[in-house]
Antibody, heavy 121, light 107 residues
Framework: EVQLLESGGGLVQPGGSLRLSCAASGFTFSTYTMTWVRQVPGKGLEWVSAITGSGGITYYADSVKGRFTISRDNSKNTVYLQMNSLRVEDTAFYYC??????????????WGQGTLVTVSS | EIVLTQSPGTLSLSPGERATLSCRASQSVRSNSLAWYQQSPGQAPRLLIYGASSRATGIPDRFGGSGSGTDFTLTISRLEPEDFAVYYCQQYGSSPTFGQGTKVEIK
């Protein structure tokens, strides 16, 4: 069974840092681009970042560029999101998601269950 | 960035009725690269439709997608109790963006 399990969320002060992890299982992890999508509680979805299977190419939304860094460890089947200089508006559920096929178009299935990041003083 | 605008914001219908949801793009979506997701409370999004009209694996045929260019539609032919949820469109022809969602609620 394909599974994505996020962890690392929590409460952090504005200007602080947090690292999210997404542990994958049930598929050949290194062949898939992996993505982070966030959702402010009760609001819509926002694509945040993606990383290719080899880790060689990364993509970011303008809202997080220069503050967030996506990376992966294919030996651990895990993708990370390092979040620095956090702002109140970064408060959201953060989901890890995978395209349906290796090298496939960027529509996503499955998704993880999400981890909540709260940025507040 | 392609902005997706969904309408209506909320759709109040009864089980068994037909639901029609709209997603309009600020510019043409390349190769009809448009997906629809369903999100129930406390759950992650679930892929329903990709390529504007192809159903994802395991999705019932009461869900249908149509459209091209800038105008896309998700139709649920006969609403089942489990279909009352929030629906999002997403374009992936360029840097991915999502619509703001349509809530389908029980009338």
């Amino acid at each position: 069974e394909v599974q994505l399990l996020e962890s690392g969320g929590g409460l952090v002060q504005p200007g602080g840092s947090l690292r999210l992890s997404c542990a994958a299982s049930g598929f050949t992890f290194s062949t898939y681009t992996m993505t982070w999508v966030r959702q402010v509680p009760g609001k819509g979805l926002e694509w945040v970042s993606a990383i290719t299977g080899s880790g060689g190419i990364t993509y970011y939304a303008d809202s997080v560029k220069g503050r967030f860094t996506i990376s992966r460890d294919n030996s651990k089947n895990t993708v990370y999101l390092q979040m620095n200089s956090l702002r109140v508006e970064d408060t959201a559920f953060y989901y890890c998601a995978r395209p349906t096929a290796p090298g496939g178009a960027w529509y996503y299935d499955p998704w993880g269950q999400g981890t909540l990041v709260t940025v507040s003083s | 960035e392609i902005v997706l605008t969904q309408s209506p914001g909320t759709l109040s219908l009864s089980p068994g009725e037909r639901a029609t949801l709209s997603c309009r793009a600020s510019q043409s979506v390349r190769s009809n690269s448009l997906a629809w997701y369903q999100q129930s409370p406390g759950q992650a999004p679930r892929l329903l439709i990709y390529g504007a009209s192809s159903r994802a694996t395991g999705i019932p045929d009461r869900f249908g997608g149509s459209g091209s260019g800038t105008d896309f539609t998700l139709t649920i032919s006969r609403l089942e109790p489990e279909d009352f949820a929030v629906y999002y469109c997403q374009q992936y022809g360029s840097s991915p963006t999502f619509g703001q969602g349509t809530k389908v609620e029980i009338k």
